[in-house]
Nanobody
Framework: QVRLVESGGGLVQAGGSLRLSCAAS????????MSWFRQSPGKEREFVAA????????YYADSVKGRSTISRDNAKNTVYLQMNSLKPEDTAVYYC???????????????WGQGTQVTVSS
């Protein structure tokens, strides 16, 4: 059974940084493209960032480009999202997701974590 467990969320002041982690219980983790999505109250879930199987390709939403970095450690079955210069509008529940098909913002993901709350105060 595949499980994705996010951690690293919390309360941070505007301008601060957080690093989110997503630990995956997938035997063939390196075969999975991984992504981060987020959802704020009253809004639809939106794509944040994605990374290919080997980490060679990354994709970012315009809203976080230049402020966030997605990375992965296949030896640790973990994907990360480093977020800098955080803004109040970054406040959301952040979810990691995985799929065996190509990385990117479009299309369904097979597996989802339970989410971690990120709150940015002004």
């Amino acid at each position: 059974q595949v499980r994705l467990v996010e951690s690293g969320g919390g309360l941070v002041q505007a301008g601060g940084s957080l690093r989110l982690s997503c630990a995956a219980s997938i035997r063939t983790f390196s075969n999975y493209a991984m992504s981060w999505f987020r959802q704020s109250p009253g809004k639809e879930r939106e794509f944040v960032a994605a990374i290919s199987w080997g980490g060679g390709s990354t994709y970012y939403a315009d809203s976080v480009k230049g402020r966030s970095t997605i990375s992965r450690d296949n030896a640790k079955n973990t994907v990360y999202l480093q977020m800098n210069s955080l803004k109040p509008e970054d406040t959301a529940v952040y979810y990691c997701a995985g799929r065996r098909s190509a990385a990117g913002p479009v299309g369904p993901y097979d597996y989802w974590g339970q989410g971690t709350q990120v709150t940015v105060s002004s």
